[in-house]
């Protein structure tokens, strides 16, 4: 398949999660703060993933300047990740869903903040997170560009490792031993069974 089919495979996902973000997003941003953390790092780290999860792979996508960042992958592979990718649209969705009014891009306890362990929440924690994770993966290799891939990967890494500690103590101090026993349960990122 040409490299046209793969960058429109791509695009048409891509506007498909930016739809879903927004869909949830409205609701969530209506919701008063509770507490809220300060963004302190997180500014950084989100421009960064900004920059790993959108800006580089449009720009890979509408111009010739990353294509030096090229690495060949088969057909068969990339094809492998964009249905990784396509599939994962429905982990975003559930995640978004289940969670519901609760979802917020900064670091917050919302008023009426209720634990949530229904749904993919019954066996994993961050199901949100675990999709970024698959998302900037399985990006790198759908476009099969190196920049992309690892650029992503290390972007999300920062934010994930300095964040999910930040957002579990708060959800200790809201929640205490609730949610300490939650932990027990389930999987951050990986579900436990």
Do not use: C
């Amino acid at each position: 398949m040409d490299d046209l089919f793969w960058k429109a495979a791509y695009i048409t996902l891509f506007v498909t999660w930016l739809l879903i973000r927004g869909y949830y997003r409205r609701d969530a941003v209506r919701q008063e703060t509770k507490e809220k953390v300060g963004w302190g790092h997180d500014s950084l780290f989100l421009a960064l993933n900004f920059a790993g999860m959108t800006f580089l792979p449009v720009i890979a996508v509408l111009s010739p300047y990353l294509d030096m960042f090229a690495f060949p992958v088969p057909d068969p592979v990339r094809f492998a990740f964009l249905v990784i990718f396509a599939l994962n649209l429905w982990l975003f969705v559930l995640a978004h869903r289940d969670l519901g009014k609760n979802w917020s891009m900064a670091l917050e306890i919302k008023k009426g903040h209720h634990l949530v362990r229904t749904g993919i929440y019954t066996r994993i924690r961050h199901p949100m997170y675990a999709h970024f994770w698959i998302f900037v993966i399985a990006q790198g290799f759908v476009l099969a560009n190196a920049l992309v891939l690892v650029f992503g990967v290390a972007a999300w890494g920062l934010l994930y490792f300095h964040r999910v500690p930040r957002e579990e103590e708060l959800l200790i101090a809201e929640f205490g031993d609730e949610y300490r026993k939650y932990m027990k349960e389930t999987g951050r990122v990986i579900p436990k069974f």
